[in-house]
Nanobody, 125 residues
Framework: VQLQASGGGLVQTGGSLTLSCAAS????????VGWFRQAPGKEREFVAT????????DYADSVKGRFTVSRDNAKNTVYLQLNRLKPEDTAVYHC???????????????????WGRGTQVTVSS
C-alpha cells in the first residue's frame, strides 16, 4: 500500500483543518492507520490512531478533545479533523499504516512500516 497525506495549510489560532490520508495499491481496510507529526528540531510524535474497522481510536493527550480521527474504507481514506488549533500544533503531519489485528491500535512509531509523504500544518498566533 502507498499513502499520501494532504489537506495541510496555514490557519489562525482556533481554526480548523481536515487532513486526508489516501491509500493506493491495496485496501486501507487491512491496516491500522496512525497520524504522527514532526515539528522543526523535534522528534516525530504520535497524534492519533484508528483500528482497521474504525471502532477503536486513540489520541495523544495534547490533542484529545480537539482532533478526531476517522476512516472511510470504501473511499480508501483516513481523515484527521483538527479543531481549535494552537501554534504548538504546527508541524508536518504524516500518516502511517500497520497491518495489526482487528480491534487493535498502537501508538509506537516503530510498528508502522508504511509511511506517506507528510503535509505541512502551520498555525499562526
Amino acid at each position: 500500500v502507498q499513502l499520501q497525506a494532504s489537506g495541510g495549510g496555514l490557519v489562525q489560532t482556533g481554526g480548523s483543518l481536515t487532513l486526508s490520508c489516501a491509500a493506493s495499491g491495496r485496501t486501507i481496510a487491512a491496516y491500522v492507520v496512525g497520524w504522527f507529526r514532526q515539528a522543526p528540531g523535534k522528534e516525530r510524535e504520535f497524534v492519533a490512531t484508528i483500528s482497521r474497522g474504525g471502532t477503536v481510536r486513540d489520541y495523544a493527550d495534547s490533542v484529545k478533545g480537539r482532533f478526531t480521527v476517522s476512516r472511510d474504507n470504501a473511499k480508501n481514506t483516513v481523515y484527521l479533523q483538527l479543531n481549535r488549533l494552537k501554534p504548538e500544533d504546527t508541524a508536518v503531519y504524516h500518516c502511517a499504516a500497520w497491518q495489526g489485528v482487528t480491534g487493535q491500535t498502537i501508538r509506537s512509531i516503530h510498528w508502522y512500516d508504511v509511511w506517506g509523504r507528510g503535509t505541512q500544518v502551520t498555525v499562526s498566533s
